[in-house]
């Protein structure tokens, strides 16, 4: 059999495994991460169907079979790029050059190894190459379903310390509200500190340590108390580390009254809550405008003006959708506990101010607007204990920001501010005294601040 027809159905295979992880992924996050992924891969898989297709139209041998070994080749580069590689774009560690560099000898051997390997008869070995890429890739989820344990969310757990937790009464109406602000500084605590003695409320406030400096990785914590350091999801509802594994869908929530509205993660897959929403984001495969400006900017420095007021406006109308969703819970009316992940300050700004520092202080400001309406709302529920913790999973990452293309590298550094190392936690409470929590270092623990809470039913 020639080359081309025999490297056929692996090449095909191996691809589709490819794509089952990224559409696999893009379904956990729903927040169009995935995209520059997904552009890989629809680029290089018309590549390798091309060279394919080349391959079994040329009648010369020789060309024939060193075609089709490229286009496995290419494939199993691809699979290995996609997949095996860390998340993070390689161009925040070094030049576009070196990684095409890198990635033309990745290809080129991966080829030469394959034609020596295409010239024994044997094809034991391409079985077990399809085979392994697509075990890799759906033993994920399986695997991701034998180790995971079952969770009750929040958690009861008892702290070691000295901790002298909330105390609330044990009786009566209660509102506890958690409000997760994504990328918050710690040296912007203040301005909310300030807002929420003024509206009479008793205020605590702790300088924590981020377990690590990305959500993926510090949600997963906050809710096992496992490291998550190398985050990634395993299945459309489950997050693995190594072997540590967090399924939404097996934590069921430790009281009746639990409304989640959240992003990133898929919070809504827990069973038990009384609400749940998680916003629509743009969705990568349905939205041309998005491949367009994917593509733009990985080939040109500058993105398109089109691009940006497209992405900031995403944004917005997606923050809008949260506002929206945290309105609609029945805590305000009913009591309960509502735990609330929100994209701000997290960047980008709603609208493009070409300086990240500049946009970060916008969304501070409507993060400053958020807290002050939730602790009026509370205040106003005539409740008979109120409870609003405000924190963080981690600062502003602004190496992160500056070189992702969002910002013009230079003009983001010149900025030159260093980067902060602690999130806030802010307790307010009202009628009684939030207690002190100084024996908290990181910010793992936040949700044994429920713990007295929990109490009061
Ligand atoms: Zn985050």
Not at 316 to 339: E, K, N, V
């Amino acid at each position: 059999m020639s080359t081309p027809r025999r490297v056929a159905w692996p090449i095909l295979l191996v691809l589709m495994s490819a794509i089952a992880d990224v559409v696999m992924v893009d379904q956990y996050y729903q927040l169009a991460t995935e995209t520059s992924r997904f552009l890989t891969l629809l680029v290089g898989t018309t590549i390798t169907l091309m060279t394919l297709a080349i391959s079994a139209c040329i009648r010369r041998v020789d060309l024939r079979n060193a075609l089709g070994s490229t286009s496995l080749g290419i494939s199993i580069v691809l699979w290995c790029w996609l997949i095996l590689l860390p998340r993070t774009p390689l161009h925040l560690y070094t030049t576009t050059p070196v990684v095409i560099l890198f990635l033309a000898t990745a290809i080129l051997s991966t080829t030469y190894i394959c034609k020596l390997l295409l010239k024994q008869p044997s094809t034991q070995w391409l079985k077990a190459l399809t085979l392994s890429s697509i075990g890799f890739v759906f033993s994920q989820p399986l695997l991701a379903d034998l180790n995971s344990k079952s969770y009750q969310w929040p958690a009861r757990k008892e702290l070691s310390g000295n901790l002298n937790l909330v105390v609330a009464p044990k009786n009566g109406r209660t509102a506890t509200v958690f409000l997760l602000l994504d990328e918050l500084n710690g040296s912007a605590a203040q301005p909310f500190v300030n807002e929420l003695r003024q509206l009479g409320m008793e205020v605590s406030v702790q300088q924590l340590v981020p377990i690590a400096l990305a959500t993926s990785k510090v949600v997963p914590t906050m809710w096992t108390g496992l490291e998550f350091s190398s985050a990634r999801p395993c299945s459309f509802t489950a997050i693995c580390s190594g072997t540590h594994v967090l399924d939404f869908a097996k934590v069921t929530a430790s009281r009746p009254d639990v409304d989640v509205v959240g992003f990133y993660h898929p919070y809504c897959a827990m069973r038990g809550l009384r609400y749940c929403q998680r916003p629509p984001s743009v969705k990568v495969l349905r939205n041309p405008e998005r491949w367009i400006c994917a593509v733009t900017k990985a080939f040109a420095s500058a993105q398109r003006t089109s691009c940006n007021t497209q992405h900031h406006d995403a944004w917005a109308q997606f923050r809008q959708s949260i506002d929206q969703a945290i309105w609609a819970a029945p805590i305000w009316q009913q009591g309960g506990l509502l735990y609330a992940h929100v994209p701000l300050p997290h960047p980008p700004g709603d609208s493009k101010e070409d300086s990240l520092s500049l946009e970060y202080e916008n969304n501070l400001n409507q993060a400053h607007n958020l807290v002050t309406k939730i602790a009026n709302r509370l205040i106003e529920g005539r409740f008979d204990a109120v409870t609003f913790v405000i924190f963080s999973d981690h600062p502003l990452r602004r190496s992160l920001w500056c070189d992702n293309g969002s910002y013009s590298t230079r003009a983001c550094k010149s900025e030159n501010r260093n980067q902060e190392k602690t999130v806030p936690l802010i307790s307010a409470t009202l009628p009684f005294s939030p207690g002190h929590f100084e024996a908290m270092q990181g910010n793992e623990d936040i949700f044994s601040l429920t713990r007295s809470s929990n109490h009061v039913q």
